[in-house]
């Protein structure tokens, strides 16, 4: 059983850690802003040129672009070692979070706060209360997306990093931080084919920005289903695979703090 306390007082730990210096902490919150707005600009310029795209505009790539930032965020902000698993898996780095009475992929994932990536979180919510007519009913469709969307992300980090403990090098991890995040940043519509289909399986892209905005303008419950569905398959893949992956760890006799 979880060791509720011990997993909420290493979470405070690691915010201690984040905003030990406030100046370094808001200048990477607003650093990561306003790389965002650059990303905003880009669909505004884009769909001011060429109107709209296989039912996508400029508002709904705004509500796609509100989702991926939010959930990415929350990801990639407070688990920030979702997306290290890998790397520490086949380096041996894993000996300080075996020793302890929590269950090593839950101390791992709340030991380390990214304060860059909590400037997503905070720019994916105030461009969603500017941009995406919010409502009591689309803001409970976003809450329950974006939950859904930070689910998937972080179950498929964690499956892709594990994989390092079965092909013993950790770029397995990092192939997939690098293409999930890629592709999300697009509206899945915009593929056809067999790299559609990738979108939906294999490198779930579209579960993660696609479906949830799509949700929010124009609800149904069947992708509704499919969305959560898909995010309690990925969360219980990670564990799954990083428990088996656990079997053939090896040492690095390299003592970190994870």
Same mark, same amino acid.
Not at 96 to 102: E, F, I, M, R, S
């Given at each position: !059983?979880? /060791?509720? $306390?011990?997993?909420?007082?290493? %979470? $405070?730990?690691?915010?201690?850690? &984040?905003?030990? @210096?406030?100046?370094?902490?808001?200048?990477?919150?607003?650093? =990561? !802003?306003? @790389?965002?707005?650059?990303? =905003?600009?880009?669909?505004?310029?884009?769909?001011?040129?060429?109107?709209?795209?296989?039912?996508?505009?400029?508002?709904?790539?705004?509500?796609?672009?509100?989702?991926?930032?939010?959930?990415?965020?929350?990801?990639? #902000?407070?688990?920030? @070692?979702?997306?290290?698993?890998? $790397? !520490?898996?086949?380096?041996?780095?894993?000996?300080?979070?075996?020793?302890?009475?929590?269950?090593?992929?839950?101390?791992?994932?709340?030991?380390?706060?990214?304060?860059?990536?909590? #400037? /997503?979180?905070?720019?994916?919510?105030?461009?969603?209360?500017? &941009?995406? $007519?919010?409502?009591? #009913?689309?803001?409970?469709?976003?809450?329950?997306?974006?939950?859904?969307?930070?689910?998937?992300?972080?179950?498929? +980090?964690?499956?892709?990093?594990?994989?390092?403990?079965?092909?013993?090098?950790?770029?397995?991890? /990092?192939?997939?931080?690098?293409?999930?995040? +890629?592709?999300? @940043?697009?509206?899945?519509?915009?593929?056809?084919?067999?790299?559609?289909?990738?979108?939906?399986?294999?490198?779930?892209?579209?579960?993660?920005?696609?479906?949830?905005? *799509?949700?929010?303008?124009?609800? /149904?419950?069947?992708?509704?289903?499919?969305?959560?569905?898909?995010?309690? *398959?990925?969360?219980?893949?990670?564990?799954?695979?990083? *428990?088996? #992956?656990?079997?053939?760890? &090896?040492?690095? %006799?390299?003592?970190?703090?994870?």
């Amino acid at each position: !059983m979880v /060791d509720v $306390r011990a997993i909420a007082a290493t %979470s $405070r730990g690691a915010f201690a850690e &984040s905003v030990a @210096n406030p100046k370094a902490f808001w200048a990477q919150v607003a650093a =990561m !802003m306003i @790389n965002d707005l650059g990303w =905003m600009a880009f669909w505004v310029l884009f769909f001011d040129e060429v109107g709209e795209v296989r039912g996508w505009d400029g508002e709904r790539a705004l509500l796609l672009l509100a989702v991926f930032a939010t959930s990415a965020g929350l990801v990639l #902000g407070l688990f920030t @070692n979702a997306r290290h698993i890998g $790397r !520490m898996a086949a380096d041996g780095e894993l000996d300080a979070a075996l020793a302890l009475p929590v269950p090593p992929l839950t101390y791992l994932l709340v030991r380390r706060i990214s304060p860059v990536n909590l #400037g /997503d979180v905070l720019f994916g919510i105030v461009l969603f209360a500017v &941009s995406g $007519r919010p409502d009591a #009913g689309r803001v409970g469709i976003f809450v329950v997306g974006v939950a859904a969307s930070a689910g998937l992300l972080l179950g498929f +980090l964690v499956v892709t990093g594990s994989l390092g403990f079965f092909v013993g090098h950790g770029e397995t991890g /990092d192939l997939g931080f690098n293409a999930i995040l +890629l592709l999300a @940043n697009y509206p899945a519509d915009f593929f056809g084919g067999p790299t559609k289909l990738v979108l939906y399986t294999v490198i779930p892209a579209a579960f993660v920005t696609a479906v949830p905005a *799509t949700l929010i303008d124009e609800f /149904d419950w069947a992708q509704a289903a499919l969305l959560l569905a898909a995010s309690a *398959t990925f969360l219980v893949a990670a564990w799954a695979t990083f *428990t088996l #992956g656990l079997r053939r760890y &090896s040492s690095g %006799s390299v003592w970190t703090q994870a």
